[in-house]
């Protein structure tokens, strides 16, 4: 399985974002897609996750600003960031979980700053 994502860059606080990443390979059914963010010096924490069926859960810190969704057809999911503020700047990392593994993406930058 292979993940491709795209979509990260500079913003000022307030701006929007909106990040892809499509699912290649043997995928069969993947059970959830999400996204997961590394600032400089701190862990890796969740952000989204959508799991099959429809359920979603957010980091705390992102409900109402951020959108996760997933097109099963195009194996893809999404990331539409609004509203972002400079704590949201890090590395996001898309993820599956395909059959109990899961598969990570290669990164994209995400800058917030004026």
């Known amino acids: 399985v292979q993940l491709q994502a795209s979509g990260g860059g500079l913003v000022q606080p307030g701006g929007s974002l909106r990040l892809s990443c499509a699912a290649s390979?043997?995928?069969?059914?993947?059970?959830?897609m999400g996204w997961y963010r590394q600032a400089l010096g701190k862990q890796r924490e969740m952000v989204a996750a959508?799991?099959?069926?429809?359920?979603?859960n957010y980091k705390d810190s992102v409900k109402g600003r951020f959108t996760i969704s997933r097109d099963n057809g195009k194996n893809t999911v999404y990331l539409q960031m609004n509203s972002l503020k400079p704590e949201d700047t890090a590395v996001y990392y898309c993820?599956?979980?395909?059959?109990?593994?899961?598969?990570w993406g290669q990164g994209t930058q995400v800058t917030v700053s004026s």
């Open positions: 993820t599956v979980l395909v059959r109990g593994t899961s598969y």
């Open positions: 390979g043997s995928i069969g059914s993947i059970n959830v």
């Open positions: 959508v799991i099959n069926g429809g359920n979603i």
